[in-house]
């Protein structure tokens, strides 16, 4: 078919006023150009002849005529081979269209039609191999693609970086690399873009305009700075974008070797994003770029892979890099400096961020970077206590890697060395996550970090997060002590340091109210390990851990840490033979200088402690008796006379406390050591303080053996309390007088017979006092004095009928009292017939 166009027709008509005539035109002719065959030089002759008045139209006041005009040029070019006369003439009008400052298109339609029609241009004459014609236009093309980049619509933007990257991919370098600042800085301000196509186009073209920048320049520096935040993007296509700008520098980039420390970084924390899409879409790429690496270096990588095997606790479920990608990383050991520095950035996505960067630089670097750790390390240990817990997790991750894969003798000491200078959590963190999964550990290192931890600059800290990391490094110490080759004794002084550390930490963790079992646990084992029981334990090491209690000769208040650490140890460990005699010592300090809050701590403790003495003391009896007595003498007794003060009265309140805890825990040796106290109880039992009377109520039915001259001032005391203003003492009053039983004298019948007497005057006294107390609507009295005048009842049968006679003859309500001792009177009767 013959092309018939008729140019002078068309030319008159677009050169008209008419709109609908124009755009006609322009549609039939461009319909002919698209569905008709025709020689190429039918084609450039009628393009020679319309190509003004076409190009003229890209300015006509239609936008429907202007939109025509660039659809039929399209037509033309699309046919046409690649002439510089065309190119420069479409190109020239386009450069009036879109590449002055001020925006001449008002339309964004048609700006986006004229970009697309540079992009066309360029794709046409790539494809014929004739891209240089374009170096006679490139400060025209240049202006059209910069406004295009700048452009509000966002379509616009993304064609024009689009074009961008098909002309840098077939442009001469140095024809192009005049052009490529002023192009950089206008894609540097789509970065910010909030459309993600549009910062993934950005970042597409910026990797191709970083082949053809000038690498002794600051341009390269700044490109860096600029894309690198977007490793950081919300959006993981735009991470993998950036990621996959890394790997075209690294393939293709001539002067790569020199930026490789500021290319990786593109690339590795792609390695280790959250989403499967970036990895996977990087991960083989990234492999090709170290097979490259490898056939540039295979001289020396080649004899580096014979040799080359993983360490035998390397990661699970981690794939070790290629040997050409271990390379690639480790030939670039400069790159911790810029990755630690934004460990410490204010911002909590950057730190996370040079985490994971520092994670694939370590499994890529290995054992290379072992001389490095030492300017980490500060760095390191800092985020591993980060307030963010992903932060601190992925510091963890890296700690720990580190640990599996530098040389173990080589960093051991610069670790060593950080924990003496520095002793904080963060360090101990750091290195108990190295130490830890590292396979090495001698004797010498073992103990040498049991006596660190041992020291008061570690056991003795109050932070519960350093605690919980020392208890932890002292268990790993204890795993690693079962694969050392070491002699019994030297094994024993390792457990030795261990324990004193450990019961340390877990002293004040109990006097902070914090969770001990795990300190509980470490102790147990070490117990196992030595083949003794826990108490045992305590019974032979203690005494050193005591020892490390100082500074109680001061005015400490109850928060200090010498006394929490005290408090806490007797809380722990309990009260023990062995040691009682210096835990006394120290207890005698803090009565001696401490302030109240810190006496009332310390003594509670005790109280408590007292109450299983016969489970911790562990010795005989009469050496349990004169344990006893020593610590009632120095510790209890001089705190139960009765001195002014509201202190005073606490102390009194705490050591009735501990006496009557004492006469519960050490039942068969307060019989023999109470007795000696009973000169205090009277005053006690009308103490002002409702606590201490009532532990001295408590406590009275302990009082045992006792002669009736020693007993009757206590016995009446106690009577007394029938009386008291509480009525829980007042039950305990009522049930104590029963059971409160005197020591009869054997030698003489006559003095026997005088003490008997004395005695029966004192139960009808409290007999009376009972059946006055019967009368009381109280339940719990009632039945308090019910079981008492039971008891009473069976052992004084004559002074019970005598009493209550007489109570008879003078109670209102007989019914009542009848009934009482009826109801005594059957229950003994019963009493009997089951006794027979």
Same mark, same amino acid.
């Given at each position: 078919m013959t092309l018939e166009i008729d140019t002078q027709k068309i030319c008159d008509q677009l050169e008209g006023t008419d709109r609908r005539q124009k755009t006609k035109a322009l549609e039939e002719l461009r319909e002919l150009l698209e569905n008709t065959a025709v020689s190429t030089e039918e084609m450039a002759a009628s393009f020679d002849e319309l190509y003004l008045h076409l190009l003229k139209s890209y300015d006509d006041r239609f936008e429907s005529v202007r939109g025509q005009a660039v659809q039929t040029v399209n037509a033309f070019l699309k046919r046409l081979p690649p002439m510089d006369f065309h190119l420069l003439n479409v190109v020239s009008t386009l450069a009036e269209r879109m590449g002055k400052a001020e925006t001449v298109e008002p339309s964004e339609e048609i700006r986006l039609i004229y970009i697309g029609q540079l992009h066309l241009m360029i794709c046409q004459y790539a494809k014929m191999g004739n891209v240089g014609v374009f170096r006679e236009c490139y400060p025209q093309v240049t202006k059209i693609l910069i406004k295009s980049i700048k452009d509000d619509y966002p379509l616009v933007q993304r064609e024009g970086c689009a074009t961008f990257v098909d002309l840098a991919k077939v442009a001469d370098t140095q024809e192009l690399r005049p052009f490529t600042e002023s192009l950089a800085v206008a894609l540097y301000g789509m970065l910010n873009h909030k459309h993600a196509p549009a910062r993934i186009s950005a970042v597409e073209a910026i990797g191709r305009l970083s082949l053809h920048m000038d690498a002794s320049g600051d341009g390269m520096r700044r490109l860096f700075n600029e894309v690198s935040p977007l490793l950081m993007d919300t959006m993981p296509l735009v991470r993998r974008e950036v990621g996959q700008m890394g790997i075209l520098m690294l393939l293709e980039l001539l002067d790569r070797y020199s930026f490789f420390e500021r290319i990786l970084p593109l690339v590795l924390c792609c390695l280790k994003d959250d989403s499967p899409e970036v990895l996977s879409h990087i991960y083989p790429q990234w492999l090709k770029c170290g097979e490259l690496y490898y056939e540039e270096n295979e001289a020396e990588l080649s004899k580096q892979e014979i040799s080359d095997l993983p360490v035998e606790n390397y990661p699970e479920n981690v794939k070790r890099p290629t040997i050409g990608c271990r390379g690639l990383v480790q030939r670039s050991l400069r790159l911790l400096t810029l990755i630690t520095r934004e460990t410490s950035d204010w911002k909590d996505n950057v730190r996370l961020h040079a985490l994971k960067l520092l994670y694939q630089f370590v499994l890529h670097a290995e054992s290379a970077m072992t001389a490095k $750790?030492?300017?980490? /390390?500060?760095?390191?240990?800092?985020?591993?206590?980060?307030?963010?817990?992903?932060?601190?997790?992925?510091?963890? =991750?890296?700690?720990? @890697?580190?640990?599996?894969?530098?040389?173990?003798?080589?960093?051991?000491?610069?670790? $060593?060395?950080?924990?003496?200078?520095?002793?904080?959590?963060?360090?101990?963190?750091?290195? /108990?996550?190295?130490?830890?999964?590292?396979?090495?550990?001698?004797?010498?290192?073992?103990?040498? &970090? #049991?006596? @660190?931890?041992?020291?008061?600059?570690?056991?003795?800290?109050?932070?519960?997060?350093?605690?919980?990391?020392?208890? %932890?490094?002292?268990?790993?110490?204890?795993?690693?002590?079962? %694969? &050392?080759?070491?002699?019994?004794?030297?094994?024993?002084? @390792? /457990?030795?340091?261990?324990?004193?550390?450990?019961?340390?930490?877990?002293?004040?963790?109990?006097?902070?109210?914090?969770?001990?079992?795990?300190? =509980?646990?470490?102790?147990?084992?070490?117990?196992?390990?030595?083949?003794?029981?826990?108490? %045992?334990?305590?019974?032979?090491?203690?005494?050193?851990?005591?020892?490390?209690?100082?500074?109680?000769?001061?005015?400490?208040?109850?928060?200090?840490?010498?006394?929490?650490?005290?408090?806490?140890?007797?809380?722990?460990?309990?009260?023990?033979?062995?040691?009682? #005699?210096?835990?006394?010592?120290?207890?005698?300090?803090? $009565?001696?200088?401490?302030?109240?809050? #810190?006496?009332? %701590?310390? $003594?509670?403790?005790?109280?408590?402690?007292?109450?299983?003495?016969?489970?911790?003391?562990? &010795?005989?009896?009469?050496?349990?008796?004169?344990?006893?007595?020593?610590?009632?003498?120095?510790?209890?007794?001089?705190?139960?006379?009765?001195?002014?003060?509201?202190?005073?009265?606490?102390?009194?309140?705490? #050591?009735?406390?501990?006496?009557? *805890?004492?006469?519960?825990?050490?039942?068969?040796?307060?019989?023999?050591?109470? +007795?000696?106290?009973? =000169?205090?109880? +009277?005053?006690?039992?009308?103490?002002?303080?409702?606590?201490?009377?009532?532990?001295?109520?408590? *406590?009275?039915? /302990?009082?045992?053996?006792?002669?009736?001259?020693? @007993?009757?001032?206590?016995?009446?005391?106690?009577?007394?309390?029938?009386?008291?203003?509480?009525?829980?003492?007042?039950?305990?009053?009522a049930l104590a007088v029963g059971k409160l039983k005197p020591k009869f004298k054997e030698d003489s019948e006559e003095e026997s017979q005088h003490e008997k007497e004395v005695w029966e005057s004192f139960v009808k006294r409290a007999m009376d006092l009972l059946l006055l107390y019967h009368e009381s609507p109280e339940k719990d009295i009632k039945a308090a004095v019910e079981r008492t005048l039971k008891e009473l009842a069976q052992s004084h049968p004559e002074a019970w009928e005598e009493r209550y006679k007489r109570a008879l003859a003078m109670v209102q309500k007989k019914d009542k009292l009848s009934e009482l001792y009826e109801k005594l009177t059957i229950k003994d009767e019963a009493n009997e017939v089951t006794e027979s």
């Amino acid at each position: 078919m013959t092309l018939e166009i008729d140019t002078q027709k068309i030319c008159d008509q677009l050169e008209g006023t008419d709109r609908r005539q124009k755009t006609k035109a322009l549609e039939e002719l461009r319909e002919l150009l698209e569905n008709t065959a025709v020689s190429t030089e039918e084609m450039a002759a009628s393009f020679d002849e319309l190509y003004l008045h076409l190009l003229k139209s890209y300015d006509d006041r239609f936008e429907s005529v202007r939109g025509q005009a660039v659809q039929t040029v399209n037509a033309f070019l699309k046919r046409l081979p690649p002439m510089d006369f065309h190119l420069l003439n479409v190109v020239s009008t386009l450069a009036e269209r879109m590449g002055k400052a001020e925006t001449v298109e008002p339309s964004e339609e048609i700006r986006l039609i004229y970009i697309g029609q540079l992009h066309l241009m360029i794709c046409q004459y790539a494809k014929m191999g004739n891209v240089g014609v374009f170096r006679e236009c490139y400060p025209q093309v240049t202006k059209i693609l910069i406004k295009s980049i700048k452009d509000d619509y966002p379509l616009v933007q993304r064609e024009g970086c689009a074009t961008f990257v098909d002309l840098a991919k077939v442009a001469d370098t140095q024809e192009l690399r005049p052009f490529t600042e002023s192009l950089a800085v206008a894609l540097y301000g789509m970065l910010n873009h909030k459309h993600a196509p549009a910062r993934i186009s950005a970042v597409e073209a910026i990797g191709r305009l970083s082949l053809h920048m000038d690498a002794s320049g600051d341009g390269m520096r700044r490109l860096f700075n600029e894309v690198s935040p977007l490793l950081m993007d919300t959006m993981p296509l735009v991470r993998r974008e950036v990621g996959q700008m890394g790997i075209l520098m690294l393939l293709e980039l001539l002067d790569r070797y020199s930026f490789f420390e500021r290319i990786l970084p593109l690339v590795l924390c792609c390695l280790k994003d959250d989403s499967p899409e970036v990895l996977s879409h990087i991960y083989p790429q990234w492999l090709k770029c170290g097979e490259l690496y490898y056939e540039e270096n295979e001289a020396e990588l080649s004899k580096q892979e014979i040799s080359d095997l993983p360490v035998e606790n390397y990661p699970e479920n981690v794939k070790r890099p290629t040997i050409g990608c271990r390379g690639l990383v480790q030939r670039s050991l400069r790159l911790l400096t810029l990755i630690t520095r934004e460990t410490s950035d204010w911002k909590d996505n950057v730190r996370l961020h040079a985490l994971k960067l520092l994670y694939q630089f370590v499994l890529h670097a290995e054992s290379a970077m072992t001389a490095k $750790f030492f300017e980490i /390390y500060g760095d390191l240990a800092h985020v591993c206590i980060d307030p963010v817990a992903e932060v601190a997790a992925e510091a963890a =991750k890296v700690s720990d @890697l580190l640990g599996r894969l530098l040389m173990y003798d080589a960093w051991i000491d610069h670790g $060593f060395d950080g924990l003496e200078r520095n002793a904080r959590e963060s360090y101990m963190r750091c290195f /108990y996550y190295m130490f830890t999964s590292a396979l090495g550990g001698t004797y010498e290192q073992l103990n040498k &970090i #049991a006596k @660190l931890l041992r020291s008061t600059d570690y056991s003795h800290t109050l932070k519960p997060g350093f605690q919980e990391y020392i208890l %932890k490094l002292l268990d790993t110490v204890l795993d690693k002590s079962l %694969k &050392i080759n070491a002699g019994q004794e030297e094994l024993q002084e @390792l /457990y030795e340091s261990v324990y004193v550390s450990g019961i340390k930490v877990n002293a004040l963790q109990h006097s902070l109210s914090e969770d001990v079992s795990q300190g =509980k646990l470490l102790i147990e084992r070490i117990a196992k390990l030595e083949q003794i029981s826990v108490g %045992k334990l305590h019974e032979r090491w203690f005494h050193l851990a005591l020892l490390d209690v100082e500074n109680l000769d001061a005015s400490l208040e109850d928060t200090a840490e010498p006394v929490m650490l005290l408090d806490g140890l007797i809380n722990i460990c309990h009260l023990r033979a062995p040691y009682m #005699a210096d835990l006394i010592k120290k207890v005698l300090l803090v $009565f001696e200088h401490c302030c109240d809050s #810190a006496h009332v %701590k310390v $003594f509670s403790s005790l109280s408590m402690a007292s109450l299983i003495w016969s489970e911790t003391m562990g &010795i005989e009896r009469e050496q349990s008796t004169q344990v006893l007595a020593e610590f009632v003498t120095q510790i209890v007794e001089p705190y139960l006379t009765w001195k002014a003060g509201s202190s005073a009265e606490a102390m009194r309140s705490l #050591a009735m406390a501990t006496l009557c *805890a004492l006469a519960q825990g050490a039942e068969s040796e307060a019989v023999e050591v109470l +007795p000696s106290l009973a =000169k205090h109880m +009277p005053s006690l039992l009308e103490d002002r303080n409702v606590t201490t009377r009532h532990y001295a109520i408590k *406590a009275v039915v /302990y009082f045992r053996g006792m002669s009736v001259e020693d @007993l009757k001032p206590l016995a009446y005391a106690t009577m007394q309390r029938m009386d008291d203003p509480s009525a829980g003492i007042r039950s305990l009053a009522a049930l104590a007088v029963g059971k409160l039983k005197p020591k009869f004298k054997e030698d003489s019948e006559e003095e026997s017979q005088h003490e008997k007497e004395v005695w029966e005057s004192f139960v009808k006294r409290a007999m009376d006092l009972l059946l006055l107390y019967h009368e009381s609507p109280e339940k719990d009295i009632k039945a308090a004095v019910e079981r008492t005048l039971k008891e009473l009842a069976q052992s004084h049968p004559e002074a019970w009928e005598e009493r209550y006679k007489r109570a008879l003859a003078m109670v209102q309500k007989k019914d009542k009292l009848s009934e009482l001792y009826e109801k005594l009177t059957i229950k003994d009767e019963a009493n009997e017939v089951t006794e027979s």
